[in-house]
């Protein structure tokens, strides 16, 4: 009878655990060349961190990623909380700026600074351009919602298409303030059926009950 009561409280509270996935959408660009930026931010890659991963993409001109800035509800401290995962320098760590250092910056295009800033490896870089980069953020207890990270923004140069065979002189000043949550869908071969608290809590009942009248 204990058992089967143990059993059946413990599906009451059976729940599944999901990986959120924010993802930023309707760009807001300074200049011609619009780039379909890719920035995802997901809580699953890593235990201690949230992980950015940005993409200039694959049908889109070609680019150099120069820096990257995003605007959050909690408290960071770059210096600390930021993990490298990309083979680019991070540096120029700056708080409620615009500017990611010499000839990094967002002035003209947007108004308000954003709440952490860096640069993303070197200005002139050659053809040796920045065209993906990632890095995990200390998660310090927080959940990872839309409210969390509410603004990012991405400065490049050398923008523009065939940059083979012309010169690309293109220099963006992009951002997004429109996240979205994407929760991942697992392969249908991996679904596990987890029943509502509602349903789970009957069954439970129905166990009990048929326990109780057995042992009758």
Same mark, same amino acid.
């Given at each position: 009878m204990i058992k089967i009561l143990i059993s059946a409280i413990l599906l009451c509270f059976s729940v599944t655990s999901q990986a959120s996935l924010i993802?930023?959408?309707?760009w807001q660009y300074n200049s011609g060349d619009h780039i379909d930026w890719q920035v995802s931010i997901d809580d699953e890659s890593?235990?201690?961190y949230f992980t950015f991963n940005i993409s200039i993409g694959e049908v889109n001109p070609s680019g150099d990623i120069?820096?990257?800035?995003?605007?959050?509800?909690?408290?960071?401290n770059l210096s600390t909380d930021l993990v490298n995962y990309s083979g680019y320098e991070l540096s120029s760590f700056g708080t409620?700026?615009?500017s990611c250092g010499r000839g990094c910056n967002f002035n003209g295009a947007i108004r308000n600074g954003f709440d952490y800033i860096f640069r993303v490896? %070197? %200005?002139?870089?050659?053809s040796d351009y920045v065209s993906e980069f990632s890095f995990g953020l200390a998660k310090n207890g927080l959940t990872l919602d839309e409210s969390l990270f509410t603004r990012v923004g991405i400065r490049a140069q050398s923008v523009g298409n065939?940059?083979?065979?012309s010169s690309c002189?293109?220099?963006v000043k992009d951002y997004s303030q429109t996240p979205g949550t994407d929760i991942p869908t697992p392969p249908s071969d991996d679904v596990t059926e987890v029943p509502e608290p509602g349903t789970a809590f009957l069954l439970a009942l129905a166990l009990i009950g048929f326990t109780v009248r057995r042992q009758k």
């Open positions: 993802t930023f959408d309707d890593h235990e201690d120069l820096g990257f800035a995003f605007d959050s509800s909690a408290d960071f409620d700026s615009l490896g %070197q %200005q002139g870089s050659g065939n940059c083979d065979s002189n293109g220099s």
